[in-house]
């Protein structure tokens, strides 16, 4: 059975030129449109109680580095 040689990958393009879009702050187009739900609420706090629960493990951080990186966990949300 005879090795099957790959063609070579495609070369890469380079962008013609640059151009001078304007950059646009698309924030609001992407903002939340609703409230978050009770659901939404409860994975939050779920999500960041899990990351404290790393944060309390980690052996490498000291009592007080733990409990300022708890503090700004807790106050986002």
């Known amino acids: 059975m005879p090795v099957e040689i790959p063609p070579p990958p495609p ?4 962008p013609k030129q640059k151009t001078d879009a304007p950059i646009m702050d698309m924030r609001e ?3 939340r449109k609703t409230p ?36 700004e966990l807790r106050a986002k949300r």
């Open 36 to 71: 978050q739900s009770a659901d939404d609420e409860a994975r939050t706090r779920e999500f960041i109680e899990g990351k404290v629960g790393m944060i309390r493990s980690d052996p490498a951080m000291t009592d007080a580095e733990k409990d300022a990186a708890i503090a």
């Open 29 to 31: 187009k992407f903002a």
């Open 11 to 14: 070369g890469i393009e380079q």
